[in-house]
């Protein structure tokens, strides 16, 4: 079936440095990704969706040139929190929609970003 | 771990027909139960969520109650549209992060 890898799943970072986040997809092409975050016990939030070759398309009070996200090609869009803070320390998580197939759409494993 | 096993799909039915997509979990402690919609094309949408025992979710005309002694949550809607085909995530969510059901599409026919 369907399978996104995303990685890492967890990370740790100081203050002000950047981190990146990818996820692939392992044996189908995905046209479409879709990345969330989510606080503890609270639903997901939508945070943009990435089209490859084009730029993503960012959720009303989501900073783009804070969260940069990348669709290079039909298996890998990346997620770079630049300059991090403790208050984007949350989960991430990512969904593939699969360019062909009855199901649609898959995720992936998250990561827990913690900023210190 | 916390897993979320789902109903398996795809699921195909008449316009008014009363739905059920099952939802049963696995989780230490006391999560968070939630039902997304993903449309075509969209990301997901929450449909409805519970967060503790015995509460009722509900959502233009969606409804899921927390059952913790079968843990389970499913979705249910007493007469579907058109509209409503998509495809249905059960989630669950302990703290740190987020399990998701494999997901059921959803297709009703006129």
């Known amino acids: 079936g369907a399978v996104v890898s995303q990685h890492p799943s967890w990370v740790i970072c100081k203050s002000g440095t950047s981190v990146k986040i990818e996820c692939r997809s392992l044996?189908?092409?995905?046209?479409?990704m879709f990345w969330y975050r989510q606080f503890p016990k609270q639903s997901l939030m939508l945070m943009a969706t990435?089209?490859?070759?084009?730029?993503?398309?960012?959720e009303q009070g989501v900073e783009k040139d804070k969260f940069l996200i990348n669709h290079a090609s039909l298996t890998l869009s990346t997620l770079t929190v630049t300059s991090a803070h403790p208050e984007d320390s949350s989960f991430y998580i990512c969904?593939?929609?699969?360019?062909?197939?009855?199901?649609?759409?898959?995720f992936g494993s998250g990561t827990r970003l913690t900023v210190v | 771990g916390d897993s979320v096993t789902q109903m398996e799909g795809p699921v195909t039915l008449s316009e008014e027909a009363f739905l059920t997509i099952n939802c049963t979990y696995t989780?230490?402690?006391?999560?968070?139960l939630f039902w997304y919609v993903q449309y075509p094309g969209e990301g997901l949408q929450l449909l409805l969520k519970?967060?503790?025992?015995?509460d009722k979710g509900s959502n233009k005309g969606f409804e899921a109650t927390y059952r913790k002694e079968t843990t389970s949550f499913h979705l249910e809607k007493g007469s579907v549209q058109v509209s409503d085909s998509a495809v249905y995530f059960c989630?669950?969510?302990?703290?740190?992060?987020?399990?998701f059901g494999a997901g059921t599409r959803l297709t009703v026919k006129p």
């Open positions: 969904s593939a929609s699969i360019v062909q197939s009855n199901y649609g759409y898959t």
């Open positions: 990435s089209n490859e070759g084009s730029k993503a398309t960012y």
């Open positions: 044996d189908f092409q995905a046209t479409t």
């Open positions: 989780a230490t402690g006391y999560p968070s």
């Open positions: 989630a669950l969510s302990g703290g740190n992060d987020m399990r």
């Open positions: 519970a967060t503790k025992a015995d």
